[in-house]
């Protein structure tokens, strides 16, 4: 196939330079814009980036790109394409999905329709096939997306599947678990090393510690999962596994972490070892029930992440309003510790008592949520 490919790994608003750092720590220069990453890489790039990346939601091909005002301009646009080079003979190629976004088109089933007999016929005419016999589809699948912006289409193979949030350790989540990639890229952008001991007291499923050990493992995310590519005949399953085994051996074993998770619900905690054991972290990550209000430690610079309920999700106004409030003062003597808090209350710095050193905003989903950074103040360990 194709020895160089376009690529483009998508990012939820918000955390598309989190993703754009992980691509560069890969070794892959990139280009970071909104909702998307672009770079180019070969077979092995699409590997490396489904079992690495940490925070993006997929990784994507880019076939091709190109003005259309019309389904004439959308059918030759993407007949025109070599859709040789992607899908092999037998394979299934659904045009999964079209989004049309200010653009003259806008019916998203006839721009599937279209898009879908313009391959048709290209692969047709390439492999010599009759155009009136329909081309066999039963083998490995290639889900086709079609993305019309602006009266330009863009149109890209999904090399991923289930999105890279499904990590395969999340057994059950509770009632408001935040993804696995969203948690990934909010540990990112924290100070936490893992030197430093990190607590989640909010910590529900688990999801920011699991998340946490595997970044201070060097865990890939996708060692527990399969994707789309690694059915693909053109992708060499030595090739696959050569990559996984490299990321096996890449783990950390040596590294001590002191990661802690705490929750005032019984059950949650329940779920949340369930999920520790699944990601075989039980020997890395302390669990235990308790309130956030009880929490103290004589450890110093560490970090907090905490996703607290907020008034849409979990609690009533009120009972969220003392919530913060206490947390604010649960947090304050421990002033050598960074905190980040995840929440959609707009008014959180006055509940909790302290103007935030930096707020980002984020989606969790489609609720806008900010992170509220406290920086600890440095303190220098004892000789
Ligand atoms: N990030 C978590 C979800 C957190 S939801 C995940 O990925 O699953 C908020 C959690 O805060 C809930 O599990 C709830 O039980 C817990 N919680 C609510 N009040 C609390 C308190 N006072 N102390 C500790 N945990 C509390």
Sequence with gaps: MK?????????AAGLESVVGREIRNLGIDCQVEN???????????IIETNLWLRSADRIKIMVGEFPAKTFEDLFQGVFALDWENYIPLGCRFPVAKAKCVKSKLHNEPSVQAIS????VKKLQQHFHRPEHVPLVENG???KIEIAILKDKARVMIDTTGSSLF???YRTDKGGAPIKENMAAAIIELSNWFPDKPFIDPTCGSGTFCIEAAMIGKNIAPGLKRNFDFEAWP??????IQAVRNEALAAIDESVELDISGYDIDGRMIAIAQKNVQEAGLEDVIKLKQMRLQDLKTSKINGVI??????GERLLDDKAVDILYNEMGQTFAPLKTWSKFILTSDEQFETKYGQ???KKRKLYNGTLKVDLYQYYGQRVKRSQ
């Design 116 to 119: 879908k007999k313009a391959i």
């Design 140 to 142: 490995p699948e290639f």
């Design 166 to 168: 499904k990590r395969g």
């Design 35 to 45: 909702g998307r990453v672009l770079f180019s890489g070969d077979t092995k790039t």
């Design 305 to 310: 992440i905490s996703n607290p309920p907020y």
């Design 234 to 239: 053109w992708v060499d399953s030595e090739l």
């Design 3 to 11: 020895n160089e490919l376009k690529l483009v790994a998508t990012a």
């Design 355 to 357: 103007v935030a050193d």
